[in-house]
């Protein structure tokens, strides 16, 4: 039974569970489940486990992150990123590159964060964003995160691109949120890329549009066996 890790590079447009079900179809196999959800506009890294694989997920879902991001600032969307619904605008102050790089080395370290409303964290069984597409107001009580690392790498004069490493389970919606908030503004996640889970990176990670046209032998080579696996899972998860 074919049985591993395929790391996968996924595009914006897809969901996580799109990129599962290809990978359903073209392995012919059910089991096969991913570790970390990527919003629909997110790209990069999405570790996907198959067969007995999937036993390691929970594991491989506590590993640190690393994101690279561009947030929009003066304007909020109800989803906190650009493919959401306007909700309002603010001003932009000018931007010091000195004041940005100071504040976001200030955000560093422990951090408690609300989950979106558009999230996959489970409520009464359900992912959030399921209520919150049926006009139904769940909350979600704050959980704590940590940022081990946000390098500044751009400002423009409503933009601000960064690099952050982090811990399992941070939101960067919300993060870009608090970043234009103490900026004195409003702010959206115009671009995200994921670059890193744990040990799997964005460099050797495959194209979804590698895994749709390869053929299946070469889909079989491309799966990291589960041994493999298991000696990374069972490893303390570490910063990047």
Known sequence: ???????????QGPTSHDVVDHLRRRLGIRRIGHAGTLDPIAEGVLVTLVGRATEYQRAVQAYPKQYETAIQLGLQ?????????????????????????ALLTSLTGPLLQTPPRFSAVKVQGRPMYWWTRRGVAK???????????????????????????????????TLAETIAQRLGTLGHVAQLTRLAV????????HP??????????????ALQPSSTVASIAHARPHRL
């Open 77 to 101: 969307t109800d989803s906190g990123d650009a493919w959401g619904k306007p909700l309002q605008t603010a001003e932009v102050p000018p931007l010091d590159r000195g004041r940005v790089a």
């Open 208 to 221: 979804l549009s590698w895994i749709l046209s390869a053929g299946l032998d070469e889909l079989r080579n």
């Open 198 to 205: 744990g040990p799997w990176t964005i460099e050797t990670a």
């Open 1 to 11: 039974m074919l049985e591993g890790v395929l790391v996968v590079n996924k595009p």
């Open 139 to 173: 909350t979600v009580a704050p959980r704590q995160v940590e940022i081990f690392q946000m390098a500044l790498m751009d400002v423009g004069p409503q933009t601000i691109r960064c690099r952050i490493d982090c811990s399992s389970g941070t939101y960067i919606r």
